[in-house]
């Protein structure tokens, strides 16, 4: 029952898994988080989410309502890391739009998903996705 919730603001009726690492975040009502979770501070999920196991929310993201995100979704705030310039001392956003779909495995990039879109298991996202698109592939194109 190893659960870390420190900090945060979670709405009511928001389920929260096992084996979770949430921190200086907020979540809105009625959100699923999964087990192995990990969501760094800062990070803003509306309401009506549903996060599956072993995904990572880093610092920087904003998640709208209504979004489904799959097992293993990685997101990330920097597209060149260095030690040169680590820490870094301003890091990229991602915003996720309301009603968007992402499937397992993809790997999240600092970029805008807009609403209503759906990206593939396993899409590499390295561009913004325009609202009602599908992307996939590696890296993302819209299909």
Known sequence: ??????????????????????YGCEIGKNCMIGAFVEIQKGVKIGNNVRIQSHTFICEGVTIGDDVFIGHGVIFTNIKKPS???????????????????IGSNATILPVKIGE???????????KDVPPNSTVAGNPAIII
């Open 1 to 22: 029952m190893n659960k870390i919730v420190k900090d945060c603001k979670i709405g009511d009726n928001t389920k929260i898994w096992d084996y979770t690492n949430l």
């Open 83 to 101: 030690m040169k310039t680590y820490p870094h001392k301003s890091l990229l956003k991602t915003n996720v739009g309301k009603g968007a779909i």
């Open 116 to 126: 209503n879109s759906i990206v593939g298991a396993g899409a590499v996202v390295t």
